[in-house]
């Protein structure tokens, strides 16, 4: 174990590339005198061009003279490739806004992305946002269960969706009064019904001139759902002013430059896929690399062969099924393309780091944030020393601590463990929870916003995740909520009562273990262990399935009846019970 | 193609394809990378093999790579039941 080693800068100095000083220049110099503004100024802001950031990922770019620079480079499952330059981007979304405009999609109104990472995709999502509309991606892989949740919640109007998914959709839609239009973007010959359309972007007249949505800083942008402990997952309220975080810590933290090829893997089902996957990038101008096809060693490394990826940003899940597959792999390819490496989603582990720096030449640079922060707020960043296993320093513009559990002050003691907060108030922070004021309102406690996440910072102001301060599962960087977990398991004919925790994993950190009870008659088995499993992926999403399922004669409960999972988490985890004496006895 | 190919490629039908889905597979269709089988499906997938054909697959075999195809897990089971007998 080599946690906590530094890693210096004069690593980065390899011969491989020429070396150009980061964006940032030095963090200490950064964080002096920082304020918002200066992404507001290269933004054109003060100049009183449109805050709409749909106009600010496309008609900018194409103002800066890059028109003809491409913007998406795509390849598919089957190698086929699409490259759409920034006029492309431009003209598409405008005709992706003005089709759904004239079918009465209107400002404010939520259009669900239900897509693989299909070029439609991208661009759709930068027109809904010049369309004035609200962008709602949702992962493809969920089941129909999460996909109505989801959309209910939102009262959505739209679906855009491919032919493979329509299925779920049509199975969701009973359920949904407000979706009242259903995009097909590759419907082809498939038969539609009543309130499906199909939209095909090679076919669709091209519109050169759109009149894009004059949005306010504060206009409602995204609304991505993400789980808590309790009740249904949250939709995170994202504004166009989000933009000025996200272009920034892009520039700053991933140090994209003008002549760099990005590739960013993760989908923009969640969060990191659309701040670092679709805005980050765009508003900086730069090429984005996309590959619509599952993981697979050979097949990620010929796509940074073959796309010269310069800059990377990655998942410590990804990396560790990389480092599965061992050196050889990387070996038989040419990645001296690469020159910057950035991960995000869960702690990088220390082992990660040193192996990414034997087997790219570079060590992967660890990132903090959430669905609700909008934007990376903790970090390391390209020339600062690297602590390996160490989420870095907060980004300038950023006030993190760590505070007391239980009266949320301050603790000034390096190496204390308590909870990660933030001062409120960057330009990407959530402006609340979609019809759930009381869940944003917890989020708060003496000025601070609170991450969940539990963590300590050391001497040198470096801050180090310890695990999160609730039931809430992270999986492969995926946030699990265990009600929802539950809720599908007592669904299951045979299921009489469920408990859903969190277990250690060594390539997803945690995955989803399942307690239950069976209803009389009904007896455990191998066979109904996998059925149970697969009626959970198919409702939920195979993120959600429970990996392992121990079938129990009862679950612990407090006195008043409520499950207590901690108790079972913490027997996963190898820890100590901690008090149960209010735990009721079989 | 042989009883374990079919009867592999009628579980991943089954449970990772939707019913009316027309895309037509076959043992080398690429599953992982391909994006028809997601790596947290594998294990359902796995499951399916250890109780359908008797054998434990140990997780280092587990891999996206030996999952990727059809023939590449039958060739994984084949293997592992050979050492088992």
């Known amino acids: 174990m080599r946690n906590g080693e530094t890693i210096g800068p004069a690593l980065l100095e390899l011969p491989r590339t020429e070396v150009r000083p980061p964006n940032i220049g030095s963090w200490e110099e950064a964080r002096k005198g920082f304020a918002w503004s200066v992404a507001e100024r290269e933004l054109g802001w003060g100049r009183g061009d449109p805050v709409n950031i749909g106009w600010n990922l496309s008609d900018r770019i194409c103002r800066l003279g890059r028109a003809q620079k491409p913007a998406l480079v795509w390849e598919g499952a089957e190698g086929q490739e699409r490259c759409y330059t920034f006029d492309d981007l431009r003209v598409l979304s405008n005709t992706m806004a003005a089709w759904l405009g004239e079918r009465g999609v209107g400002p404010g109104e939520r259009v669900c992305l239900f897509l693989d990472r299909v070029p439609e995709l991208y661009l759709a999502f930068v027109g809904i946002l010049k369309l004035g509309a609200v962008v709602q991606p949702l992962f493809s892989a969920f089941g129909e269960e999460s996909l109505a949740t989801r959309l209910l919640d939102a009262g959505t109007c739209c679906v855009v969706t491919q032919r493979k998914h329509l299925p779920k959709v049509r199975r969701a839609r009973t359920l949904l009064p407000d979706l009242r239009l259903v995009v097909v973007v590759d419907a082809g010959d498939a038969k539609l019904g009543e309130g499906e359309v199909a939209f095909d972007l090679d076919a669709e007249p091209r519109v050169e001139s759109y009149e894009v949505f004059p949005a306010q800083p504060e206009t409602p942008s995204v609304l991505h759902y993400t789980s808590g402990t309790t009740g249904q997952p949250k939709g995170a309220q994202h504004v166009h002013r989000s933009l000025v975080s996200q272009f920034l810590t892009t520039k700053w933290v991933l140090d994209l430059k003008e002549d760099d090829v990005y590739w960013c893997n993760a989908d923009p089902g969640w969060v990191t896929g659309t701040s670092y996957g679709i805005i980050g990038p765009w508003s900086n101008g730069v090429t984005q690399v996309v590959l619509d096809a599952g993981f697979g060693a050979e097949r990620w490394y010929s796509f940074l062969e073959k796309r010269r990826v310069t800059v990377w940003y990655s998942a410590p899940t990804a990396i560790r099924l990389l480092m599965k597959e061992g050196l050889v792999p990387v070996r038989r390819h040419d990645l001296s393309a690469l020159r910057h490496l950035a991960s995000v989603g869960e702690p990088l582990n220390p082992e990660a780091v040193h192996w990414s720096r034997d087997a790219y030449g570079l060590p992967f640079h660890d990132t903090f944030w959430q669905t609700e922060t909008g934007c990376i707020v903790v970090s390391n960043y390209p020339g600062m020393p690297i602590k390996a296993g160490s989420m870095g320093k907060p980004f300038p513009g950023i006030t993190a601590a760590i505070l007391d559990l239980k009266t949320f002050e301050p603790i000034a003691e390096p190496g204390r463990v308590g909870m990660i907060g933030l001062v409120p108030g960057w330009p990407s922070m959530i402006r609340g929870y979609w019809n759930n004021p009381a869940g944003y309102a917890k989020k708060f406690a003496n000025g601070w916003y609170l991450t969940g996440d539990r963590g300590t910072v050391d001497a040198d102001g470096y801050f180090w995740f310890v695990g999160r301060d609730d039931d809430v599962i992270n999986t492969g960087g995926h946030l699990v909520g265990p009600f929802e977990v539950e809720s599908a398991l007592l669904e299951h004919p045979a299921v009489a009562e469920s408990a859903a925790v969190a277990k250690p994993d060594p390539v997803n950190m945690e995955v989803v273990k399942a307690f239950v009870t069976l209803k009389p008659g009904r007896e455990a088995s191998p066979d109904l262990e996998l059925e149970i499993m697969n009626f959970v992926r198919k409702r939920l999403s195979p993120i959600a399935m429970p990996q392992e399922i121990a079938f129990v004669p009862s679950l612990p409960r407090t006195r008043s009846g409520k499950i207590v999972r901690r108790v079972l988490r913490a027997q996963e985890f190898g820890e100590p019970l901690g008090d149960v004496s209010t735990l009721m006895e079989d | ?85």
């Open chain 2, 1 to 85: 193609m042989d009883d374990l190919r079919i009867a592999i490629l009628d579980y991943v039908r089954r449970e990772y394809l939707e019913e009316d889905d027309e895309r037509t597979l076959s043992p080398s269709t690429r599953l992982i990378s391909g994006g028809i089988v997601d790596s947290f499906s594998m294990v359902s997938l796995k499951r399916f093999l250890e109780r359908k054909y008797d054998v434990k697959i140990p997780d280092a075999d587990a891999s996206p790579e030996a999952f990727d195809t059809v023939d590449s897990i039958a060739a994984l089971v084949e293997r592992l039941a050979a050492v088992r007998a």
